[in-house]
């Protein structure tokens, strides 16, 4: 019986940690969210782009792991700039349906310009943080949790205490917000809205690099990351779009319950449901509570 | 209840569609004689097509964010392989009607989360129904007649006892459905049904209070689109890969349909022939000019990572300068040859009801 418990435990944390790099990437897409109301289908292709060109940075220029890391993220900052110049701007006025399909474009130009300039094979990519029990917790309470998973989860904390600090109590923070309340009225009354795009696309780059290295060090660094990604959205749809918090939530919930379903119910199915599971519950939460644990109501004007 | 309205067809379309039955019936077979074109480009170009035409009535005319073709697709295949394994009575047409069915039924189950929410959140629940898809088909062995090895060879196509195993015989199967299909579609899209599509597409709300049913004209277009979908799967599969496996129907290929539909055109049928077309021969150009300007100095992954940034570049740029796609760039091409050259054709047909 406590060896069952035990065993519960174990899964349920291992969910729980596993899903905060979940959150991470949907922090980005949350971030986005906020600021400009554009569903950005391209943080998966960030997550990719920036932890490619990190490695690439790293191992075909052998320059050391901080240098690299500060380059992948004024590459992402770069990235930014571009987005907002040549896909944003340009679609201010268009309806968000023509946005979120121009950043599955976008989502394709940074895939293939990643894999164009750093190959496309799988690429090993090592923290010096080993994905296996630590032996701490493995001898004292008996469960069995990667290093990995808790690394993930302290960074995931530490970077929404940071964005949290960010918005709630700096002068960019109340920009950021403004602008996300009322684009016209933000610019109206003086606030850059050039700037706030890009240092939101910054900081969307900068938070997939992370998540990005979370994922790369478990994974390796490939295509699939992509695909990781994708489940990002049922994250966002039960934590809601517009919340940081709800991301965090969001990963955790459907970290833990993908892991416990596929340990507990997967194995009479022959395995492999945390493929379709997230998706299949973000579609109960659709039909009980569309806007998510944390957002905000969905109005629409007639 | 309204009865669905059909509409004449006008005396445009009628020749268009003489030239376009000239051009695949006679012209093509007696030009292409290389098989390539025909394994390669053709079939592949009419099954994708046809369900690009499926995402279409969805996503262009109905106006739901759908990202799930590629999996009822696979429910089509899958379904085709096993009426004509288990049930060979059915014989191959009937077989390929009733796997559309099969496809509609899982486009209706799937397509019940847009009654509530559109946009992104009807994509995630799409998202769904391909994962869902896929997964069964690889996880319960029925569905692969228990083949250990993953890959399973489609039967040979027979109809009414005569085979068709040559490529220009599977090229004119293909044809023959994606004719049939197309003008079914362009004939709903034109009459009522696609009007109340259209009419929710533009504002559900309005459309609710003017008496069109949006439980109705969603499940249907659903149901519709992935009726297109599950039959350009079966022929995808027995025409074109001639074998049978899950992966082949994965996310990529529903972004590939997703891309020829923008790129053609939302909200029109000969766009999806042209996105269609674009999005296979694009590929082949590059290889082409990789091969003979560059002598194979580009390694063939370069190649392909350049294909995908110049899609999303188009894709970008489309939907900054011409949402409306290729089908409206040639259109306004056409518009502007008319006015600089105005025709005593174009005069006399003015006033006159179309």
């Known amino acids: ?302 | 209840m309204m009865k669905p309205v059909f509409m004449t067809y006008t005396k445009k379309d009628l020749i268009n569609l003489a030239v376009c039955m000239v051009l695949s019936v006679l012209v093509i077979p007696t030009f292409i004689t290389t098989e390539y074109w025909y394994t390669s480009i053709l079939i592949p170009w009419l099954c994708l097509a046809l369900a690009t035409i499926g995402q279409q009535i969805v996503m262009g005319y109905t106006g739901q964010l759908a990202l799930g073709a590629a999996g009822f697709m696979a429910a089509g295949a899958f379904a085709m392989f096993n009426l004509i394994l288990r049930v060979p009575d059915l014989g191959f047409v009937g077989s390929l009607i009733v796997s559309g069915l099969i496809a509609a039924a899982f486009g209706i189950l799937f397509g019940l989360p847009s009654l509530k929410v559109r946009g992104i959140y009807l994509m995630v629940a799409t998202l769904a129904s391909q994962f869902f898809i896929i997964w069964m088909i690889d996880k319960f062995g029925w569905f692969k007649n228990y083949d250990s090895s993953g890959i399973i060879t489609a039967q040979d196509i027979v109809i009414l006892g005569k085979p068709f195993t040559t490529p220009l015989a599977m090229y004119f199967v293909c044809l023959a459905v994606t004719t049939v299909l197309t003008l079914l579609a362009m004939n709903m899209a034109r009459g009522s049904t696609g009007r109340n599509w259209m009419a929710v597409r533009d504002m559900d709300i309005a459309a609710e209070s003017m008496g069109v049913s949006l439980l109705r004209t969603k499940v249907q277009a659903f149901a519709i689109s992935a009726f297109y979908c599950g039959v350009a799967g079966a022929l995808f599969a027995f025409c074109y890969l001639k074998s049978l496996e899950p992966v082949a129907f994965d996310i990529k290929l529903s972004f590939k349909i997703l891309f020829m539909c923008i790129l053609g055109g939302l909200g029109t049928i000969n766009g999806a022939f042209i996105g269609a077309a674009f999005i296979l021969l694009f590929p082949v150009l590059l290889n082409a000019i990789g091969n003979n300007v560059f002598h194979g100095a580009i390694d063939a992954t370069i190649i392909s990572s350049i294909e995908q940034v110049i899609f999303g570049g188009l894709m970008i740029i489309f939907m900054i300068y011409e949402p409306l796609g290729m089908a409206k760039l040639w259109e306004n091409i056409k518009q502007k040859w008319k006015t600089k050259i105005p025709s005593s054709t174009n005069l006399k047909s003015f006033g006159k009801k179309t």
């Open chain 1, 1 to 302: 019986m406590v060896e069952e418990l035990l065993f519960f435990m174990e899964v349920l944390v291992g969910g729980l940690l596993a899903g905060t790099m979940y959150s991470l990437v949907a922090l980005g897409f949350v971030l986005i969210f906020k600021a400009s109301a554009t569903f950005n289908f391209s943080q998966g292709a960030m997550v990719f782009f920036s932890v490619l060109a990190f490695c690439g940075f790293m191992q075909d220029f052998n320059i050391p792991f901080v240098l690299a890391f500060i380059l992948a993220a004024l590459l992402m900052v770069v990235v930014g700039l571009c987005t907002e110049r040549f896909v944003l701007r340009p679609l201010m006025n268009a309806s968000e349906d023509t946005v979120l399909m121009a950043t599955i474009g976008l989502g394709y130009v940074l895939e293939g310009l990643a894999q164009a300039a750093w190959g496309v094979e799988v690429r090993r990519l090592d923290l010096g943080i080993g994905d296996f029990p630590v032996p701490w917790i493995a001898d004292n309470l008996k469960l069995f949790i990667s290093a990995l998973d808790i690394t993930a989860g302290l960074v995931a904390a530490i970077m929404i205490i940071g964005l949290f600090l960010l918005f709630k109590y700096t002068k960019i923070g109340l920009g950021l917000r403004a602008v996300a309340d009322d684009a016209g009225a933000a610019s109206s009354i003086g606030i850059p809205l050039k700037h706030i795009m890009l240092l939101v696309w910054s900081a969307a780059g900068v938070v997939a690099l992370v998540a990005g290295c979370m994922w790369g060090a478990r994974a390796g660094v490939q295509f699939a990351l992509v695909d990781l990604a994708l489940k990002a959205l049922p994250v966002l749809i039960i934590g809601g779009f517009s919340s940081i918090p709800g991301a965090i939530i969001g990963g955790l919930i459907i970290g833990a319950v993908e892991k416990v379903l596929e340990v507990y119910i997967g194995p009479f199915f022959g395995g492999a449901i945390e493929g379709w599971a997230p998706y299949v519950l973000a579609i109960f939460f659709l039909l009980y509570r569309p806007e998510g644990l944390f957002g905000e109501k969905i109005i629409r004007r007639v």
